[in-house]
């Protein structure tokens, strides 16, 4: 059956349902296969517009309608329709987000359960951690090692002011685990780091205050990362990089991101975060099952290497706290976001 209107148009059956429901045309599952689509690298995101490298030239881009409310962060490589000069008032289309190699987690708190997705792709985790002004952060720095392995990053301990502190203390705490560390003062020499970063995609997460966006816009020089100074009276860093970036470094990339004041892992489930602590997760292997790991349970092996001497007990101490935060049932160790 068909209808006129005034005798405009001629309306079909299909015309009157799409004009009842408010659309203005029928729904389809048939998407666009963009076979024209090139391949870029997510560099920056802004407000809704995503800063990308494509063939060497720098787009910005917005996200198809298509693509829904998945997110799209920094290392995301997408498939990119439109006007891919670069000039000015330019925007392409973000159509398809390819398959991550590896995607970097954290939540508010340990029991926040909104995940947040900090960058996509990386393949290394560079914490960074001030030795003086602001106070190291051990837990931190504990957090930061279970995301990595959680990820599958190669975590590497960047040791900032080291003018204004000794590092053996804290080497010490993380030696039985073998990370790699790179002591830094403010004039020393970077070669080090450098090859530890040359070839790779770095993403470099720490605390406001310590001295990141500082090596970043050293290792890069001309970037003019805002950096900021920390606070006297709390001891804390003042938040000064906003988003994260992503710019090309020796064959590899090197990512800032915002300093951030918790590292919550409300995503990794308990036994996983013991694994995050490979110096006791081989002792947990002869605790019943089931174990807390917490003081006076019954059985547990980490605590009784703690008693005789075996286990580091700043290591014990934080993985307890982890763990106990992961349920509800400890402080955070750091301030909690707002």
Same mark, same amino acid.
């Given at each position: 059956?068909?209808?006129?209107?005034?005798?405009?148009?001629?309306?079909?059956?299909?015309?009157?349902?799409?004009?009842?429901?408010?659309?203005?045309?029928?729904?389809?599952?048939?998407?666009?296969?963009?076979?024209?689509? &090139?391949?870029?690298?997510?560099?920056?995101?802004?407000?809704?517009?995503?800063?990308?490298?494509?063939?060497?030239?720098? &787009?910005?881009?917005?996200?198809?309608?298509?693509?829904?409310?998945?997110?799209?962060?920094?290392?995301?490589?997408?498939?990119?329709?439109?006007?891919?000069?670069?000039?000015?008032?330019t925007?392409?289309?973000?159509?398809?987000?390819?398959?991550?190699?590896?995607?970097?987690?954290?939540?508010?708190d340990?029991?926040?359960?909104?995940?947040?997705?900090?960058?996509?792709?990386?393949?290394?985790?560079?914490? &960074?951690?001030?030795?003086?002004?602001?106070?190291?952060?051990?837990r931190?720095? $504990?957090?930061?090692l279970?995301? +990595?392995?959680?990820?599958?990053?190669?975590?590497?301990?960047?040791?900032?002011?080291?003018?204004?502190?000794?590092?053996?203390?804290?080497?010490?705490?993380?030696?039985?685990?073998?990370?790699?560390?790179?002591?830094?003062?403010?004039?020393? $020499?970077?070669?080090?780091?450098?090859?530890?970063?040359?070839?790779?995609?770095? &993403?470099?997460?720490?605390?406001?205050?310590?001295?990141?966006?500082?090596?970043?816009?050293?290792?890069?020089?001309g970037?003019?990362?805002?950096?900021?100074?920390?606070?006297?009276?709390?001891?804390?860093?003042?938040?000064?990089?906003?988003?994260?970036?992503?710019?090309?470094?020796?064959?590899?990339?090197?990512?800032?991101?915002? %300093?951030?004041?918790?590292?919550?892992?409300?995503?990794?489930?308990?036994?996983?975060?013991?694994? %995050?602590?490979?110096?006791?997760?081989?002792?947990?292997?002869?605790?019943?099952?089931?174990?807390?790991?917490?003081?006076?349970?019954?059985?547990?092996a980490?605590?009784?290497?703690?008693?005789?001497?075996? +286990?580091?007990?700043?290591?014990?101490?934080?993985?307890?706290?982890?763990?106990?935060?992961?349920?509800?049932?400890?402080?955070?160790?750091?301030e909690?976001e707002?």
């Amino acid at each position: 059956m068909s209808r006129t209107r005034g005798g405009g148009r001629h309306l079909d059956e299909d015309d009157i349902r799409v004009r009842a429901r408010g659309g203005s045309r029928p729904r389809t599952r048939n998407r666009p296969k963009h076979e024209n689509a &090139v391949e870029g690298l997510v560099t920056a995101v802004d407000r809704g517009r995503y800063r990308c490298l494509v063939e060497g030239t720098r &787009v910005v881009a917005m996200k198809a309608r298509e693509l829904g409310r998945g997110s799209i962060v920094v290392g995301d490589r997408v498939d990119v329709v439109g006007d891919l000069s670069g000039l000015p008032d330019t925007l392409a289309r973000i159509v398809r987000v390819r398959d991550r190699s590896s995607v970097l987690r954290r939540t508010a708190d340990d029991t926040d359960p909104v995940e947040r997705i900090i960058v996509a792709n990386a393949d290394q985790l560079a914490i &960074v951690c001030a030795l003086a002004d602001p106070a190291p952060q051990p837990r931190f720095v $504990d957090r930061c090692l279970v995301a +990595a392995y959680d990820a599958g990053l190669s975590p590497l301990l960047c040791l900032t002011k080291a003018d204004l502190a000794d590092p053996g203390g804290l080497l010490r705490m993380y030696e039985p685990l073998g990370v790699p560390y790179e002591v830094l003062s403010p004039e020393g $020499d970077l070669t080090g780091l450098e090859g530890r970063l040359a070839g790779r995609t770095t &993403v470099l997460v720490g605390s406001s205050g310590v001295g990141k966006s500082t090596l970043f816009n050293r290792l890069i020089p001309g970037t003019d990362r805002a950096v900021g100074h920390v606070n006297a009276v709390t001891g804390r860093g003042r938040h000064t990089s906003t988003s994260a970036v992503a710019l090309p470094f020796e064959g590899g990339w090197l990512i800032d991101t915002p %300093g951030v004041r918790s590292f919550g892992l409300a995503h990794i489930a308990p036994e996983d975060i013991v694994e %995050g602590f490979p110096d006791l997760a081989d002792l947990a292997l002869d605790c019943p099952a089931g174990c807390s790991h917490q003081d006076g349970a019954e059985g547990c092996a980490i605590a009784g290497a703690l008693a005789r001497g075996e +286990a580091d007990p700043a290591r014990v101490a934080s993985l307890r706290r982890l763990l106990a935060g992961r349920e509800g049932d400890a402080e955070p160790d750091e301030e909690r976001e707002p």
